[in-house]
Every structure is written in structure tokens, then in C-alpha cells.
């Protein structure tokens, strides 16, 4: 009778899996970081919009707070990291970085401990958010891990410092890569690599080599080279001319935050950080807003956006297109606006608005 | 004032300031601008100033360059300005240094020059130094300045721009220092030192206070590079607490780039190391309106080269009588200023600025059809108007 019970019990289980496979296959675990300040309000906006579309998508909550690991060396805590490499993609808001606490920037933390060595905004002005500058539509792409941040300095004598920057034949090669497969996955036509090799022969001459090296290997790619004062000059006459730009650390550092300043700021840039082995974090890169926090104020577009922008990383481009398009009317609609998009509404009230447009798109 | 005693001279040298600004300064501040002035006592090598005409060496540079050093000289030859210009030519395609030394020591003889870019060609091995900043280091020309206002007539996204970039010229990212120690890891060196940040600082402050400027930003990314940036940010603050009546504040560059294109307004004098510089002034420079209309100035203790703010070659536009020539003659106005022909500056500069203004003249950058030519002899036109005495057009 044993055996009996446990092969109906088998045979039931295995209808019931089967009945829900389809279910189970497409539903995808994501690791979730609130973060600090804002960022558990603007999480739950996420989620409920998540919840609102549909989307196949079961969330895992952890934190990130640094800890103190064996050896004394600072590092995210254990069930974070396992969860992360066991879903590979994840969403994280704002982390604040406290002064005196002892331990390096959470940012610098989770990009060493899962080699998070691209950084892309996609920025794209939004309908409804008038900024003086109108139809950008770029996305740049800025090598994470080396370059000018290495954070190798000295003191040679009193009174002179240097400041080393690297560039790696490795690590260049990897960004070009991907920069590649981004834009032919995005359907986007052209690729400019940004440098100054006029005046750093070596090092961005090196970056600039294996750019080109990897050019040669995507055809249907047009790849073009631009001097950093010519793009900053003129991304500022006209943004439009400009597609998929690929850097080193420091000029992606300030270069997208250009960017971001031409669609409306931090409040409104998704950003995605791609690592070694298939892992995705993607964030918002505003701060905590630590004077607002808890007082449903907080504007959640930017960490939407960049869930939206994972939706589409999974492959789940009808959700994403979904969500976007909902959060694009609500904003060009200007009823319903949080405080910093010029408005007055509560963050609940915005998330709501977007939640009602995506069930009437059903 | 000159002191002639067999072996050397001895001279009473006013400290160099930064250029007198586009708007005329108002009564009060000329005379505040007099007394401020301090008299150096140096041994310095005579001006190049023989039979009441100065001497300053020319280098047209490549791709526009050459036509808008004719230009200039057209235009300095039809306005009588006492200047004779010697030409010194450097051939960006040479491998060695002779021409670039050349130029340089014609540069030490006059005191004074009017540059246009030199081409880089950056697929050359590392051996082959960018001419323009070995110019710029060998003659110590530390300081840097770009006045971006905007210009009434020019249309832009943002109005009302009066910012004053003064980026250091000589180290930071710029030293040239690198090599390769392990194949394919290659490391570059950014060199900060206290004397030329301390220098800088000092430089962007009297210049403030002399223009009668009220705020000073220092741009920088100590969050990140805490001992070189950290250490640029220190001399700035201990620069500043020597100028009370001057507010002193500091940002990020990152942040500085998103503010600039959302509210350029806030700013006022801004000074920085030299990558940021380069990024910055170019970011101005496109606010208000573009490469063609901000000219530069290199200022160091003993030299002065005037050029373009953005350093743009221009081979794509060259020799098509479409590029923009309102830079170079506004730094040649800076150059009269340098050499204290102050009338002869504002003359032209009055009719350079009214010639802008006239959108039937833009040139192609500026969205318009008008030619370099047509703009040239609109602006001698304009000081024809004016009265004094010029040879014919």
C-alpha cells in the first residue's frame, strides 16, 4: 500500500506539474534590492505595476548591507550573493553610502564581487518632460571595472600625486563586445567609440584597437571613432546625431551623466550594470532623497524604466513595451505627476494612474 | 618701463590679467581694474616692440587654420593695427621636432602669439607628442581661459550664459606619461602637483576679483580620485580663503555636466584640471553656440598664445570659405587687448559683434549660408563705418 499511495501521489504530482508547466517555465525568479531611503517605496511601485501587467515575474527581496566576512575583508552578505548567482538578473534602487562606516562604496562592493564591467544607460527624452533638448535617442555604453578608477594613487614626493589609469587589452575587447552585441540586439546601426588618443597614444590608443578588432567582426555595424571635446561639443548643438557610444570608465562617467542631464536628470535614467557570467543588475541611479523618504513623494520612473529595461534583457519585450508605454502616457498626460516631474500627486497616485492605463492596454 | 644696463634689462612688468570681457566694463569697475594692477619687478627680455610695431609670430596650423590666418591678417592690415605678424609654418606630417622648436623659439623671441591647431594624427606611435601640447608645456603656458558668453543674434537652447572656464594647461591627464608593462595592460599616469594647482587657483581667483566676479567653482572628482583630485581641491580652498569677498564652491564634474546643460545660468568662474577642462569648455562652447564663435586664451608668466577656444582643425570645411572665422578674430582682439592696443581691440571687436548679430551672415555652423569671406568684409566694412582712418576694401 506504501509504494501504491506514493505512485498516485506521483502520478497526481506529475499532472498537476504538467498541467502548470507552462506556468512554471516562464515564471523567472529576479533578485530585488530596495535599497535605502526611497527605495523601498519605489520598490513596491515596481512590484505593484509588475503585479498590474502580469509580467512573469516572482521577486526575491535582499539586502545588501555590508558585512565583515573571514579574512576581514568587507563583502556582501552570503545569501545575497547566492541568491544573485542563482537568478543571475537583479533590480536595485538607491544605496546610500554611509561615511564613516568604514566599508567601501555598496556600489564598488557589488560590482568587484560580480564583475559588472558594463555600464548602460539607454537615454531616451520623454514625451510630457520638456527639457530643451528633444527626440535623444542614445545609449551609452562605459566600461566598469578599470580605466581611470582604478583607484591606484601615490604620493611620489610632497606636494605631487599621480594617478594611474588603466586600460587593458582584456577588458577593452569585452566592452567593444558587448557593445556590438547591444546594438545588434536593439537594432541600433551604429557604434562610436569615444577617446582621446590624441594626447593618451597608449591607452586609448589600445581601447581604440580593440575596437576596431571587433568592429571588423560586425559588418552590418557601422563603427566610428569621435574625440571626447567633439562628441561633448556637439552632443549639446544636437543630440540626435549621436546612436550607441562606447567608453572608458572616466569619459562614461560623464558622458552619461550629459546624457542624463539632456532627458531630465537622474530621476528619470534607467541604468543596467551587465557582469561576467550572464549576470544583470539593473538600478536607479539617483540617491536615497533621504528628506523624502517615507512621505510617498518619491518618483518611481527611473527604477521602472530600469526594470523595464531588464524585462527586455529577459527576452520579455511585450511587458516591457507594456509598462513603458503606460508610464510614458501617464507622464505626457500631466495629470497625475509626482513633485519632481512638476506635479503634485503622490507616488501611490502615480503608480496607480500607470496600473489602470496598463489594464485598459489589455 | 625699461631700465637698460649693459648685460641685461630691467623691466617693471605688469602681471598678465585675463582679457578685457565682450560687454565694455562699466565705469566704476575700469577703474578698479587700474587699481588693481601691481607692478613686478623681473628680468624679463624686451617686448618686441620696435618703431612703435609689434612683433607676433603666426602659426597658421592645419586644416582651416591657414585661411583664417589670412584673414586675420587681412583684416589687421586694412585696420592699420601696428602689428606685423611672422609666420612660422609647422608640418604636422614631419616626424621631427624642428618645425615645432621653431615655432616655439619664435614664440620667445616675440612674447606673443596667434596659433591655429596643429593636426594630431593619433594612429602614429607614442613617440610622435601632439605638437600643440608641447607648445603649450615647453612654454609653460599654465592657464588656460575661455570666456562663453552668449552672443545676442545666435540662437540657442540656453540664453544668458556668462561663464569664465579657466582650466589648467600644463599636467593632469595630459603629461604624456605612459607605458606598457605587461603586454596589453597599458598604464597612464595623471600628474597633480601643489605648485601648478596652487598657481592655477590663484590665477582663477585674481582674475575673478579683477573682473569683478563674484563666484568661483572648483570642478573636480575627489569622491573617486581622493589624492590627485583631492589634493587640487585643497590648494583651491587654501587659494580661497585668501579672497573672502569672493564665494568659493565646488562639484563634481559629473554633476557640473548635467547642470551645465540644464541651467548653465548658475555659473560663474570655473576652474578645473585639464581633462575636465577640455570636457567642460567644450560643453560651454556648444551652448553658446558653437567651436566657431568662443576664442581661447593661453596665458603663462612670460608668453601668451591666443587660438580658438575649442582647438578644432576643421579638415572636414577646409579651404571651402564655410567655416566660422568669428573665433580666431575675436582671439586676435584678445591678442590687441594682450598687447594693450585696447582702441584698435574694440573697434574691431564692436564690429565683429555687430556682424554676428546679422543672421543673413551666419555660416553654415551657425545654420546659415554665408561665407567667410562675406563675414570678413562685413566686419571691415564695420570699421570703415566707424571713422577712423582705413585703407580701402
Known sequence: THTHTQSWVTLVLLYVMDATTDYFHSMQTVTLIPGDGIGPEISSAVMKIFEAAKAPIRWEERNVTAIKGPGGRWMIPPDAKESMDRNKIGLKGPLKTPIAAGHPSMNLLLRKTFDLYANVRPCISIEGYKTPYTNVDLVTIRENTEGEYSGIEHVIVEGVVQSIKLITEDASRRIAEYAFEYARNNQRSSVTAVHKANIMRMSDGLFLRKCREVAEGYKDIKFTEMYLDTVCLNMVQDPTQFDVLVMPNLYGDILSDLCAGLIGGLGVTPSGNIGANGVAIFESVHGTAPDIAGLDMANPTALLLSAVMMLRHMGLHDYGNKIQTACFDTIRDKKVLTKDLGGNSKCSEFTADICRRIQDLD | ?393
Open chain 2, 1 to 393: 618701463v625699461c631700465l637698460n644696463i649693459p648685460g641685461f634689462t630691467l623691466c617693471l612688468k605688469r602681471s598678465v590679467l585675463a582679457p578685457v570681457s565682450l560687454r565694455p566694463p562699466p565705469e566704476k569697475a575700469q577703474s578698479a581694474l587700474i587699481g588693481q594692477c601691481f607692478w613686478v619687478f623681473r628680468i624679463c627680455p624686451p617686448p618686441a616692440l620696435y618703431g612703435g610695431r609689434h612683433t607676433v609670430t603666426l602659426i597658421p596650423g592645419d586644416g582651416i587654420g591657414p585661411e583664417l590666418a589670412n584673414h586675420v591678417c587681412e583684416l589687421f592690415r586694412f585696420c592699420c593695427v601696428p602689428v606685423d605678424f611672422e609666420v612660422v609654418n609647422v608640418d604636422s606630417s614631419m616626424d621631427s621636432e624642428e618645425d615645432i622648436n621653431n615655432a616655439i623659439m619664435a614664440i620667445r623671441r616675440n612674447g606673443v602669439a596667434l596659433k591655429g591647431n596643429i593636426e594630431t594624427n593619433h594612429n602614429l606611435p607614442p613617440s610622435y607628442k601632439s605638437r600643440n601640447n608641447l607648445l603649450r608645456t615647453t612654454l609653460d603656458l599654465y592657464a588656460n581661459v575661455m570666456h562663453c558668453q552668449s552672443l545676442p543674434g545666435v540662437r540657442t537652447r540656453h540664453r544668458n550664459i556668462d561663464v569664465m572656464i579657466i582650466r589648467e594647461n600644463t599636467e593632469g591627464e595630459y603629461s604624456s606619461l605612459e607605458h606598457e608593462s605587461v603586454p596589453g595592460v597599458v598604464e597612464c599616469l595623471k600628474i597633480i602637483t601643489k605648485t601648478k594647482s596652487l598657481r592655477i587657483a590663484d590665477y582663477a581667483f585674481r582674475t575673478a576679483r579683477a573682473k569683478g566676479r563674484g563666484r568661483v567653482t572648483a570642478v573636480h572628482k575627489a569622491n573617486i580620485m581622493k589624492l590627485g583630485d583631492g589634493l587640487f581641491l585643497e590648494c583651491c580652498k587654501e587659494v580661497a580663503s585668501g579672497y573672502p569677498d569672493i564665494t568659493f564652491d565646488s562639484m563634481i564634474v559629473d554633476n557640473t555636466t548635467m547642470q551645465l546643460v540644464s541651467r548653465p545660468q548658475q555659473f560663474d568662474v570655473m576652474v578645473m584640471p585639464n581633462l575636465y577642462g577640455n570636457v567642460v569648455s567644450n560643453v560651454c562652447a556648444g551652448l553658446v553656440g558653437g567651436p566657431g564663435l568662443v576664442p581661447g586664451a593661453n596665458y603663462g608668466e612670460d608668453y601668451a598664445v591666443f587660438e580658438t577656444g575649442t582647438r578644432n582643425t576643421g579638415k572636414s570645411i577646409a579651404n571651402q570659405n564655410t567655416a566660422n572665422p568669428t573665433a580666431m578674430l575675436l582671439a586676435s582682439c584678445l591678442l590687441l587687448d594682450h598687447l594693450r592696443l585696447h582702441a584698435y581691440a574694440r573697434m574691431i571687436r564692436r564690429a565683429i559683434l555687430s556682424t554676428v548679430t546679422e543672421t543673413r551672415l551666419h555660416t553654415a555652423d551657425l545654420g546659415g549660408q554665408g561665407s567667410t569671406s562675406e563675414v570678413v568684409r562685413s566686419v571691415m566694412k564695420a570699421v570703415q563705418s566707424t571713422g577712423p582712418l582705413t585703407l580701402s576694401i
